[in-house]
């Protein structure tokens, strides 16, 4: 079994910055892919991006792109999403997920982790 633990959530200003955490305990850790989500209130979780975990290709949605940066550190099992320029849309818990092959969904989440980005 995994587990993912987000950390690094908060408080901050539009146009700050923040890095959020997601860190792997389990058996052996080594996922095809790492992507991280977020769900704004009242909304539908979104795909924010993904990195793959042995050549660290990334992929963002366009409403990102430019200000998020997705990096894995494999030696220590984590990953990580630095947001940059944050505006008060980017508010919304935000998830991490590990897909352990390319033919699966995403079969580990953690548990959220709150942004709040005030105008």
């Known amino acids: 079994q995994v587990q993912l633990v987000e950390s690094g959530g908060g408080l901050v200003q539009a146009g700050g910055s923040l890095r959020l955490s997601c860190a792997a305990s389990g058996r052996t850790f080594s996922p095809y892919r790492m992507g991280w989500f977020r769900q704004a209130p009242g909304k539908e979780r979104e795909f924010v991006g993904r990195i793959t975990w042995s050549g660290g290709d990334t992929l963002y949605v366009d409403s990102v792109k430019g200000r998020f940066t997705i990096s894995r550190d494999n030696a220590k099992n984590t990953v990580y999403l630095q947001m940059n320029s944050l505006k008060p849309e980017d508010t919304a818990v935000y998830y991490c997920?590990?897909?352990?092959?390319?033919?699966?969904?995403?079969?580990?989440w953690g548990q959220g982790t709150q942004v709040t980005v005030s105008s």
């Open positions: 997920a590990a897909k352990v092959n390319s033919r699966s969904g995403y079969d580990y």
